[in-house]
């Protein structure tokens, strides 16, 4: 079977939408399908890591003077032209062109490789786009978190917690099927591999002398430096570590390496780690965005302190806090007293986000392509 995703990264959009396409991908390579993407090369994009999988990567042009919100009349006329502007999505600009056009752009790639299954993981997509190539392709998938727009799949993904099939009540055919929830969260095989041993290196130790700090692989507004300013400013144990991870299309990385250079304790940063169930399994506490990764440390039980780094994140965190998953972090003032009193809350919040997920979302998601095509 033949498998295309529609995804794309950029300095704006960040990475997770293609590394959990990615993660379905090698999934479903290894159950001997055919894998290929369509991506726009944005400023940030990841075709390259794409490509050191080994997968095929069809590249789009960007036009990177295109904005929906400009009001000069070639804008005006590329709305007109692919979408009305009273259907302009709130996402539209992470595309870099209107929907018709990136369309136009997808179907002679979409001709050609004849798709059993066409996966979209795009907030600035919606029907009219699915609309367009509808007749090039057999089934097409969604991926999904927000709930904000209309889609004509035959499947769709919400990996995220609290999510249910009502939120895409009236947002999707009746005849679509829909995976809600964490069981379907789309982790690499490796952190399943390391559940048990971190589950049981963190029964038996509750004291924090490693320290994550994941914050998104571009991480635009620069929090990671934020942080570790914040913990500088704490009196932390000289037994304590901190690893920071990025990506390397980070725009602020080299401040990172300096601030990190400068800290107390010993700080190490990590650019484009292959082995993040391995640190997450080996810290004892995460400071880190909630994005994708959430679910990446939940299945480890790594207790984190969280930031909502973009606002589509805000409603999943805030569940997420208010069921003791997470310690939210609001204002970067408050990471004091969280490390103060972390030994009053870091137990119950391990043991509690273990629960969330098992690892195995991928596994689950492949077997409902696979076996919703016989």
Known sequence: MTFVFRVDASIKMGTGHVMRSLTLANELRARGCACYFICRDHEGHLIKKIENFCFKVYVLSNDSTFDFMSDNDESKDDISAGLDAEHLLFHANWLGTTQMQDAQDCIPILVNLKPDWLIVDHYALDYHWQSLVAPYHDKLMVIDDLGDRVHIADLLLDQNYGATTNKYEGLVPNSCKVLAGTDFSLLRPEFALWREDSLKRR?????????????????????????????????????????????????????????????AVKTTVIINASNMAELMSNADLAIGAAGATTWERCCLGLPTIQLITAENQRKIAEDLASDSMIKLLRDISELNELIATIETWISLIGSRTQRITDGLGARRVSNHMLEGHK
Request: charged share 15%; proline share 3%.
């Open 203 to 263: 029964n038996s130790n509750i004291s924090v002398n490693h320290i994550l700090i994941t914050l998104g692989g571009v991480d635009p507004d620069n929090y990671t430096e934020q942080i570790l300013h914040g913990l500088s400013c704490i009196q932390l144990s000289q037994q304590i570590e901190i690893t920071v991870v990025m990506g390397e299309t980070a725009p602020f990385l080299e401040n990172i390496k300096s601030k990190a250079a400068s800290m």
